[in-house]
């Protein structure tokens, strides 16, 4: 059975940093691009960041460049969401989820991803 898990939200202060994790069990973890997406209040999911299989290729939504990383690490079945200089319009539930990719692919597309998690929520205070 396959899961993912996210952890490391909560409650944050403007300008500070959160590392979000997720873990995946009952997949073969290297073999699929993994991505993070949000969803604020009374918004739509968002794409947020994307990562190839191999963690060779990276992919981030405009709006966060430069400010959110995503990583992973196959050896431990981990995809991590680094968030700096966080403000309150980061305020949302992050999801992770898994796409059975191949090579560098990667996904803004939420509709190819097949596994996700639950969620954690994040909230941002001014």
């Known amino acids: 059975q396959v899961q993912l898990v996210e952890s490391g939200g909560g409650l944050a202060q403007a300008g500070g940093s959160l590392r979000l994790s997720c873990a995946a069990s009952?997949?073969?973890?290297?073999?699929?691009?993994m991505g993070w997406f949000r969803q604020a209040p009374g918004k739509e999911r968002e794409f947020v960041a994307a990562?190839?299989?191999?963690?060779?290729?990276?992919y981030y939504a405009n709006s966060v460049k430069r400010r959110i990383f995503i990583s992973r690490a196959n050896a431990n079945n981990t995809v991590y969401l680094q968030i700096n200089n966080l403000a309150p319009e980061d305020t949302a539930v992050y999801y992770c989820?898994?796409?059975?990719?191949?090579?560098?692919?990667?996904?803004?597309?939420?509709?190819?991803?097949?596994?996700w998690g639950p969620g954690t929520q994040v909230t941002v205070s001014s």
């Open positions: 989820a898994a796409y059975r990719a191949l090579g560098h692919i990667t996904s803004r597309n939420q509709w190819d991803y097949s596994c």
């Open positions: 009952g997949l073969t973890f290297s073999t699929y691009a």
């Open positions: 990562i190839s299989r191999d963690g060779g290729s990276s």
